[in-house]
Nanobody
Framework: QVQLVESGGGLVQAGGSLRLSCAAA????????MGWFRQAPGKEREFVAA????????YYPDSVKGRFTITRDNAGNTVYLQINSLKPEDTAVYYC????????????????????WGQGTQVTVSS
C-alpha cells in the first residue's frame, strides 16, 4: 500500500502562484509514476501532470503546459506541483495519485490506471 497526503492548497488571486505537495509513504519503492489530477464542481476529474519515478520524465496536457510544473524530491518521496499564472478556471480540488504499474504515455493520463489517491486539496482562484 501507498499512502498519499496532499497539502498547499488555498485561496489565491488570479495571476498568483501556488505550490502543492504530495507526500508518499508506505511501499514507495513500488511506485512507477505519480500524477496530479483536478476536479472542478460538476466536471470529471482531469489529468494535469505526471512524473515517472525512475527517470523523472514529466507529462502535461497542452492546457497547462508552461504554467504547471511537476517535480520530485528524490530524498523525501514528495512530489510537488508548481502552478503559476493562476486563472479562475484552475479552481478545483487537486488530487495526487500513484501507480505501481508501468504505463505508456497514453495511459499516464488515465485516472483508472492509478491505484492510490490522496484526499485532495482545494485550490480556489479569485478573479
Amino acid at each position: 500500500q501507498v499512502q498519499l497526503v496532499e497539502s498547499g492548497g488555498g485561496l489565491v488571486q488570479a495571476g498568483g502562484s501556488l505550490r502543492l505537495s504530495c507526500a508518499a509513504a508506505g511501499r514507495t519503492f513500488s511506485i512507477y509514476a505519480m500524477g496530479w489530477f483536478r476536479q472542478a464542481p460538476g466536471k470529471e476529474r482531469e489529468f494535469v501532470a505526471a512524473i515517472s519515478w525512475r527517470d523523472s520524465n514529466t507529462y502535461y496536457p497542452d492546457s497547462v503546459k508552461g504554467r504547471f510544473t511537476i517535480t520530485r524530491d528524490n530524498a523525501g518521496n514528495t512530489v510537488y506541483l508548481q502552478i503559476n499564472s493562476l486563472k479562475p478556471e484552475d479552481t478545483a480540488v487537486y488530487y495526487c495519485a500513484a501507480t505501481p504499474r508501468p504505463l505508456t504515455v497514453g495511459q499516464i493520463t488515465d485516472t483508472r490506471r492509478y491505484d492510490y489517491w490522496g484526499q485532495g486539496t482545494q485550490v480556489t482562484v479569485s478573479s
